[in-house]
């Protein structure tokens, strides 16, 4: 029998979002990432930043005024209670339905919620049952 493995590595570098409503999409976000368990970064009066994702306003220095297009982000999850909790609190904070918890069909034990955050874009929270890592997180030195 073939064994299912995913492999995750460091493809992205970063993601910067540019977005019209900065402090409906600051809502929003810091609910999401609290039900993830994931600690914001740091904000500022224009920008907002969580690991390697930066959501601005219009008026920050680093997006020169340009508005993103509707784009997919997906966050991972550490259990299924997780993923409902994000949907929960994205709901609660100026998010809408583009897909309530449950299993999906692109691997057994998909089970992910999508949401529109106010800005457009489709958001993910997806657990992708159990499984071993190895290793948490990657740290770069410079």
Not at 59 to 83: I, K, W
Request: charged share 20%.
């Amino acid at each position: 029998m073939q064994k299912n493995e995913l492999h995750r590595g460091r493809l992205i570098d970063h993601i910067g979002l540019a977005v019209e409503d900065f402090p409906a999409c600051r809502r929003f976000y810091e609910a999401v990432f609290g039900a993830l368990n994931i600690p914001i970064g740091g904000s500022s009066e224009d920008d907002l930043w969580v690991d390697e994702l930066f959501i601005s306003s219009l008026d920050s220095a680093a997006v020169q005024g340009r508005p993103t297009g509707r784009h997919h982000l997906a966050f991972q999850a550490a259990s299924r209670a997780m993923v409902d909790e994000f949907y929960s609190a994205g709901m609660a904070n100026g998010g809408s339905d583009n897909g309530p918890p449950g299993e999906r069909a692109y691997h057994p034990g998909y089970y992910a919620a999508f949401l529109i955050d106010p800005a457009g874009n489709n958001i993910e929270a997806v657990y992708h049952g159990e499984a071993n890592r190895s290793a948490a997180s990657v740290t770069i030195t410079f």
